[in-house]
Nanobody, 113 residues
Framework: QLQASGGGLVQPGGSLRLSCAAS????????MGWYRQAPGKPRELVAG???????NYADSVKGRFTVSRDNAKNTVYLEMNSLKPEDTAVYYC?????????WGQGTLVTVSS
């Protein structure tokens, strides 16, 4: 239902753009969130965006990440700049609050030199 893509290996200071494609009509009326889970750590919310486009960010990514959405394309994006090794994680999208059955397999982001 929600498939994240766009991850990869990037050097510190680099950038990536993640996309989340939603099936059906789940996206337009919901608050959407980008979450991540680093090895050995719990999953955390890093960015959210309201149905009207108002964003919110975790302090750890504020000023570096930008969340956006295109309801016509049923897609949410996460632009990540100035990446740090601590941003290494599997990134997921889901509604907010998250629906347990809507977790996709995520996309791996590795920040390493």
């Amino acid at each position: 239902q929600l498939q994240a893509s766009g991850g990869g290996l990037v050097q510190p200071g680099g950038s990536l753009r993640l996309s989340c494609a939603a099936s059906g009509s789940i996206l337009p009326s919901n608050i959407m969130g980008w979450y991540r889970q680093a090895p050995g750590k719990p999953r955390e919310l890093v960015a959210g965006i309201s149905s009207g486009g108002a964003p919110n960010y975790a302090d750890s990514v504020k000023g570096r990440f930008t969340v956006s959405r295109d309801n016509a394309k049923n897609t949410v994006y996460l632009e990540m700049n100035s990446l740090k090794p601590e941003d290494t994680a599997v990134y997921y999208c889901n509604i907010y609050p998250p629906a347990p059955r809507s977790w996709g397999q995520g996309t791996l982001v590795t920040v390493s030199s």
